[in-house]
């Protein structure tokens, strides 16, 4: 192949700057040339009015510098539309048109399944796993998830500090809408009493009596870590709760969020809670030392691929061995939940 292209799709997370920086300049160094799309598939549809504003051609200089930065330089979006024929249709029209010869797409699930329509086609597309939630099974980490994780943890070590003094619990949300990867590692690396996640089933109920057990044997403060997605897998009747206690009389309870789930544990266990919602801060960030050597080590694996004619598949990393699997392993199979690791948060959080 002479040209290929690169570009970022879905959510951003840390260390994709340093896997588009490994296409680049893996690439050149095969005598390729690269073209980066801007804004993951709406860049490749070339939907901006000024087509400068789609895709930039590569040079080793256009990606220095970015390898310590959060975020994506190519920036990113999420392209509901790209499941329609007509939509795949235009893209391979469009890379014909600019030579493209083969695509490195850099995102999660929903990016791969546009990877894989266009290699069915017929169109040669590679996918590397970037994503903070780290939901894929087939591999052991997607770009990013190490940042994150790192993140949320020293985030966590601060509301700690603060719920030892007051002798409060602390219920923090993190990511994972769907996937409790990031809030069980989280926990089990901040040495957190519990965590709540969408896969396994869990009642205030028990988790009052674990802070009340607690308090008994003397913790001055409880740390609760919840993935955002995890009141989906909540099994205690909230609204019965609710009515039963004079002071959660006025919650609402068809929409719950963490500071209401907080009211609720502080009345159940009579310890003061708090909740800190980490939202977004873990998804920027310079990327750490492991997330930049992954996103390295996926982007050069990309370009030898699709330099030997392999396409359709997705690179990931299994015991430290970068591995390739065919879309068809990837996409929509994800990460199931760590059993044995959520259980040690639990032994070890006593
Ligand atoms: O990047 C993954 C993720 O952070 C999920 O954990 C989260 O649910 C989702 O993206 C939110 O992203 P956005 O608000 O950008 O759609």
Same mark, same amino acid.
């Given at each position: ?90 893209? #391979?029209?469009?890379?014909? %048109?600019? $030579?493209?010869?083969?695509? &490195?797409?850099?995102?999660?699930? *929903?990016? +791969? /399944?546009? =990877? ?94 674990? #802070?009340?057990?607690?308090? %008994?044997? $003397?913790?001055?403060?409880? &740390?609760?870590?919840?993935?955002? *997605?995890? +009141? /989906?897998? =909540? ?116």
């Amino acid at each position: 192949m002479q040209r290929i292209a690169v570009m970022t799709s879905g959510g951003d997370a840390p260390g994709m700057n340093a896997a588009v920086r490994a296409v680049v300049r893996a690439a050149i160094h095969y005598d390729m040339s690269v073209v980066g799309f801007k804004r993951g598939y709406n860049g490749m549809l070339m939907r901006s009015r000024d087509t400068h504003d789609d895709f930039d051609i590569m040079t080793r200089k256009s990606v220095s510098d970015k390898i310590h930065r959060g975020g994506t330089f190519l920036m990113t979006a999420r392209c509901l539309d790209f499941h329609k024929p007509e939509c795949q249709k235009q893209v #391979i029209q469009n890379m014909h %048109l600019l $030579g493209v010869e083969g695509v &490195i797409g850099i995102g999660g699930d *929903g990016t +791969f /399944a546009g =990877l894989k329509a266009l290699a069915d086609q017929g169109f040669p597309t590679i996918g590397i796993p970037g994503t903070i939630d780290n939901d894929l099974e087939y591999t052991d980490f997607t770009i990013g998830f190490d940042t994150a994780l790192n993140t949320a943890c020293e985030c966590i070590n601060r509301v700690r500090e603060t719920s030892d003094s007051h002798e409060r619990a602390s219920l923090i949300t993190v990511m994972g809408r769907n996937c409790g990867d990031i809030a069980v590692h989280t926990a089990l690396a901040c040495g957190a009493e519990y965590v709540m996640v969408p896969e396994a089933p869990w009642s205030i109920e028990e988790i009052a009596e674990r #802070i009340k057990w607690g308090v %008994l044997n $003397g913790k001055r403060s409880t &740390i609760l870590v919840m993935a955002e *997605g995890a +009141f /989906a897998s =909540l099994t205690s009747d909230v609204k019965a709760i609710c009515e039963a206690h004079e002071s959660l009389k006025d919650i609402a309870t068809d929409t719950m969020t963490g500071f209401k789930l907080a009211s609720i544990i502080e009345a159940l266990s009579g310890q003061e809670t708090r909740a800190t919602v980490l939202g977004y801060i873990q998804r920027g960030g310079s990327p750490s030392a492991q997330d930049r050597i992954l996103g390295s080590r996926f982007g050069a694996r990309a370009v030898e691929l699709l330099k030997e004619d392999t396409y359709g598949r997705a690179i990931g990393i299994r015991e430290n061995r970068i591995i390739d699997v065919p879309f068809s392993e990837a996409v929509g199979h994800p990460q199931p939940l760590n059993r044995p690791l959520m259980d040690l948060v639990g032994i070890l959080g006593k």
